[in-house]
């Protein structure tokens, strides 16, 4: 990209000066743009005087070299330094984290992990699957992105199903979400927005695989992703982008009238059951912990399409939904339906939220925050400021009876540069990440009720990250039931941690030890390790490993499809132009030797995979026809193509199944038609 493409803000000044700044320039005019936005934001009290950083010298500070984005060449001569904080701690390394005890990360040879953690895959689409604390990954589970080493996307079922859900070709997976029951992960599902192309999906965690996807009318983007806590009654997507609804070239060129809606789907079925139209834009979203509340952070009230109009007001709003309440109107018929979605005027000025029981409280927090996230006992919900230095708490009980909802935010600590995301351990301290700072901060929740807002008081310590976190999470910290020993920083840029890999670098998720709450600079956190990963995975959440309870093979109970046996392998010719080709497959054989169909013909070929003993996969490629199947054990799988060259094709097996694996082998001939 040449210089002049890029896109800045350019209120005063001419496309023509624009396309003569150098890059510096640019550089230098987006850091005052955040500059402008970091001093202007209506927090307690204005963020503070530049932390310097010693080691670099005069004039440079931490913030210049924790800024994401700009000056990354600039950054690779410093990063080396930024272990080093204005705190005077430098925990970057094992040897060097300060005391406590630490339990080892490091899983033995043919150990097993204690918790599985699910990442989200950012624009990848898929889920990542790790093992805490070793931080190994254990599996990938594509989601919105067809996937070749698991045949998904390849056979019919799972083809169908992202033909269904748009057809698009990838998917930008931010928040995974475990299903609950009774408050307690139960093992059952995944859910995971689609940010890039408004889905949400649902993974069977029985079978590790995707099992549903939904594409939400009326919504162009859903970032926030939740499930209602305690039994996963309802899941809901925030809408990020606004648009007109229906969006069919109504409206276009009148912002005023895009619209931003809350959805509410059915966890079984994967129904739109309604929508709830609201003034601003949403973005993260979670649940209170006994199915009334819940809560969407939300930037952009000024409903403005360019960056400036966006960050214009001191004061963006928390969105507080009253789901049973909503629910009631929209079983008593009271929406308007746009796209076969009930959709229910929840805007400010909607006669819903006139009076004492209003369906959305409006919260007035500092603007442009970004994260909501609910403590374990469902007490409060936290918004972290992004542009302010502070989190807002929002305590959930007031939401339903304080005549002023500003009177809900309760305690506002002052906890440093960027917060973006906060998660818990159990013990009363909630952990946020700080994104300018390039920390991990750890405070004291009823501390930070009881001080004065913009306190720095409830802070009990800080470690540096390397670098710029988003998410960071404690396992099991968005439960009912937080472990309190491991916390995982997901760190969007990496620098220098690792061997170059060119110029995309991979992300840097970081180990951290917070089982020790020790008086010291970190609060206890200890560094333990780091672990790169592709980019880029915005979230994860961790279960302890006895409650997920994989399958080890498929159940051909679960099949309308037929189970092909050895025995009724055959070629069943339909009609002229169909043939249905039924094989079984084991080691290290297919159920036909080979098999003849003629040029032109549609062919559905039915595979069953029949060995009964686990970890015994079998593919099936055609080669030219990109047939490709992965069968585990008691799998069946269909697949439909069309044989439209004359030739001889041979099908192989894709996975190294026995020590015939290469010999595993058939033949497809296809016919010359006359
Ligand atoms: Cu903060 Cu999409 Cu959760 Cu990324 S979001 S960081
Ligand atoms: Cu079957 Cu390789």
């Known amino acids: 990209m040449s210089t002049d493409e890029i896109d800045t803000p350019a209120e005063e000044q001419g496309e023509e000066e624009r396309e003569h700044k150098t890059e510096e320039e640019l550089f230098a005019e987006h850091e005052q743009q955040l500059d402008e936005l970091l001093a202007d934001v209506e927090g307690p009290e204005a963020p503070d005087p530049e932390p310097t950083l010693p080691s670099l010298g005069g004039g440079v500070t931490r913030r210049d070299v924790m ?23 430098s925990s970057d390394t094992e040897t060097d984290n300060g005391g406590g005890d630490v339990p ?18 950012g624009h990848a689409g898929d889920i990542r699957v790790y093992g805490i604390p070793s931080m190994r990954q254990l599996t990938r589970i594509p989601v919105f992105n067809r996937e070749p080493a698991k045949g998904y996307g390849f056979d019919d079922g799972t083809d169908q199903m992202l033909e269904e859900a748009g057809d698009y070709t990838w998917g930008d997976s931010h928040h995974p979400n475990l299903s ?27 079978y590790f695989e995707t099992d549903a996807i939904v594409d939400i009318p009326n919504v162009q ?11 996963t009654d309802y899941v809901f997507a925030n809408s990020e982008f606004r648009t007109p609804i229906p969006n069919d070239g109504r409206d276009v060129n009148n912002p005023e009238e895009y619209v931003s809606v809350f959805t509410a ?5 994967m129904d739109v059951l309604w929508q709830v139209e609201v003034d601003g834009q949403l ?34 709003d928390l969105k507080a939904f009253d789901v049973p309440a909503i629910q009631e109107l929209v079983d008593a018929g009271e929406y308007e339906e746009i796209n076969g979605v009930p959709v229910v005027d929840g805007t400010k000025s909607s006669p819903h939220n006139e009076g004492d029981n209003p369906i959305v409280r409006y919260i007035p927090t500092p603007k442009s925050p970004h994260c909501v996230e609910v403590t374990p006992d469902g007490k409060y919900g936290m918004v972290a400021g992004k542009l302010s230095p502070t989190v807002s708490i929002v305590d959930i009980e007031k939401l339903g009876t304080a005549d002023d909802p500003a009177d809900t935010i309760v305690g506002q600590p002052k906890v440093g540069l960027g917060p973006l995301h906060t998660t818990y351990d159990g013990r009363g301290h909630a952990y946020t990440s700080l994104f300018i700072d390039s920390q991990v901060v750890k405070w004291d929740i009823e501390a930070a009720v009881e001080a004065e807002k913009g306190s720095e008081e409830p802070i009990l310590g800080k470690i540096d990250v390397h670098y710029n976190p988003g998410h960071i999470q404690a396992v099991q910290g968005m439960s009912t039931e937080p472990t309190g020993d491991w916390l995982v920083a997901l760190n969007k840029l990496s620098k220098d941690r690792f061997l170059p890999v060119g110029p995309i670098y991979p992300d840097n998720d970081q180990l951290i030890y917070i089982g020790n709450d020790e008086d010291n600079e970190t609060g206890g956190m200890e560094l333990v390790a780091d672990h790169p990963v592709y980019p880029e995975p915005h979230d994860a959440i961790f279960a302890h490993k006895d409650k997920i309870e994989p399958a080890k093979t498929w159940n051909k109970e679960d099949y309308d499809e037929e189970y092909v046996t050895q025995e009724n392998s055959r070629v069943e010719r339909v009609d002229d132009s169909t043939v249905e080709v039924y094989a079984s497959v084991k080691r290290s054989e297919y159920g036909l030797r080979d098999f003849t169909v003629q040029e032109g013909d549609e062919v559905t070929l039915t595979a069953t995979n029949i060995e009964g003993t686990q970890d015994i996969v079998h593919g099936l490629a055609i080669p030219e026809h990109d047939v490709n199947l992965a069968l585990a054990p008691q799998d069946t799988r269909q697949v439909t193509f069309t044989a439209d060259e004359p030739g001889v094709y041979w099908i192989y097996c894709t996975y190294f199944c026995s020590a015939l694996h290469l010999e595993m082998r058939s033949r497809m001939i296809v016919e010359p038609s006359e």
Not at 70 to 82: Q, R, Y
Not at 221 to 231: A, K
């Open 67 to 89: 800024k994401a984005g700009a000056a990354v060449g600039a950054v690779g001569g410093l990063a080396g330094c930024a272990g080093t904080n204005s705190l005077g701690n």
């Open 104 to 121: 080892d990360h490091k899983v033995p040879p043919g150990e097993h992990d204690e918790y599985y953690g699910f990442w989200s895959g």
């Open 180 to 206: 609950e029951t009774d408050g307690k992960y139960d093992g059952e599902y995944i859910f995971v927005n689609d940010k890039a192309n408004g889905r949400v999906a649902r993974v069977n965690l029985t």
């Open 221 to 231: 983007s859903v970032h926030g992703c939740c499930i209602q806590s305690p039994d």
């Open 265 to 269: 789907l059915d966890p079984e079925s």
């Open 283 to 316: 973005d993260i979203v979670d649940s209170d912990k006994d199915g009334r509340w819940v809560l969407a952070s939300s930037y952009n009230d000024e409903e403005g399409v360019e960056i400036e109009e966006m960050t214009k007001n001191d004061r963006d």
